[in-house]
Nanobody, 122 residues
Framework: QVQLVESGGGLVQAGASLRLSCAAS????????IGWFRQAPGKERELVAA????????YYSDSVKGRFTVSRDNAKNTVTLQMNSLKPEDTAVYYC???????????????WGQGTQVTVSS
């Protein structure tokens, strides 16, 4: 089993930055990918970023490319999502998730955090 705990959400104004962290514990040796999803009310869950746990290869959705940066610190078992130039449409609950499979882009993740709210005011 893998446990994931997100932190760092909050309320900011448009144009501001936030940094989300995801701390992993348990069987972290089984993780190959960490992803960041978001879900806004009435919208489908969206994979916005992911990173290869062992090789650091990142993925970004078109909606966040150029504004968000995902990174990992294997020594600390943490993954960080740096979010810059935030927009009101970035408002959502953000979840980190871990995947045993190797594919970077997938909706099938095995473990999920509890989520953290990000609200961007205009």
């Amino acid at each position: 089993q893998v446990q994931l705990v997100e932190s760092g959400g909050g309320l900011v104004q448009a144009g501001a930055s936030l940094r989300l962290s995801c701390a992993a514990s348990g069987r972290t040796d089984s993780i190959n990918v960490i992803g960041w999803f978001r879900q806004a009310p009435g919208k489908e869950r969206e994979l916005v970023a992911a990173i290869s746990w062992n090789f650091g290869i990142p993925y970004y959705s078109d909606s966040v490319k150029g504004r968000f940066t995902v990174s990992r610190d294997n020594a600390k078992n943490t993954v960080t999502l740096q979010m810059n130039s935030l927009k009101p449409e970035d408002t959502a609950v953000y979840y980190c998730a871990a995947r045993r499979g190797l594919r970077l882009v997938s909706q099938e993740f095995d473990y999920w955090g509890q989520g953290t709210q990000v609200t961007v005011s205009s």
